[in-house]
């Protein structure tokens, strides 16, 4: 069997002062970002953790420190690219993603496209390949309250050649 699925989980804290940046599309007047050593993209992490995942190549705290002064600030499309680059290296290319956003604010169905395409293209697959949900934690607890957002993903790859 040549193909591989793997998951990814992430979550990062909402706060003042940063810009709203999820699967490569900054959400305007969203009011505040996600905190992180990156542009705390917590999508595109939970799907980079997805790729890893399924090809066996850890995870992205062992790819991308948080210590490491080269990824303060790191646009997280551009981290996901390479990890797709890496994963062609050992032979694998991404078939599918799915993942699941999981916040109370803002409104995201507006960007589902744009997020869909912008990490679909950092992964070389079409958009309809990735999908993007939306879901919230109906009130309950930090990401109900407003503190935080966490995302899931679920990739599949295939061997190449
Ligand atoms: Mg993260």
């Excluded at 591989?4 to 003042?16: A, F, M, N, P, T």
């Excluded at 699967?23 to 009011?31: L, M, R």
């Excluded at 999508?43 to 890893?52: E, K, Q, S």
């Excluded at 690219?81 to 799915?98: A, I, P």
Aim: glycine content about 16%.
């Amino acid at each position: 069997m040549s193909e591989r699925s793997g998951i990814g989980y992430d979550s990062h804290r909402l706060v003042e002062g940063r810009p709203l940046i999820l699967g490569g599309v900054v959400i305007e007047n969203a009011g505040r970002g996600l905190l992180g050593h990156s542009d705390g993209d917590v999508l595109a992490h939970a799907v980079i953790d997805a790729l890893l995942g399924a090809a066996g190549l850890g995870d992205i705290g062992q790819h991308f420190p948080d210590t490491d002064e080269r990824y303060a600030g790191a646009d997280s499309i551009d981290l996901l690219g390479q990890v797709n680059g890496f994963l062609n290296e050992h032979g694998w290319r991404v078939v599918h993603v799915d993942a699941t956003v999981i916040c109370e604010a803002p409104r995201l169905d507006p960007h589902r496209d744009d997020m869909r395409i912008s990490l679909a293209e950092a992964v070389g697959i079409g958009a309809r390949e990735l999908n993007v949900k939306f879901s919230t934690n109906e009130g309950m607890g930090a990401i109900g309250r407003g503190e935080g957002m966490a995302a899931l993903a679920v990739a599949t790859l295939d061997r190449m050649g």
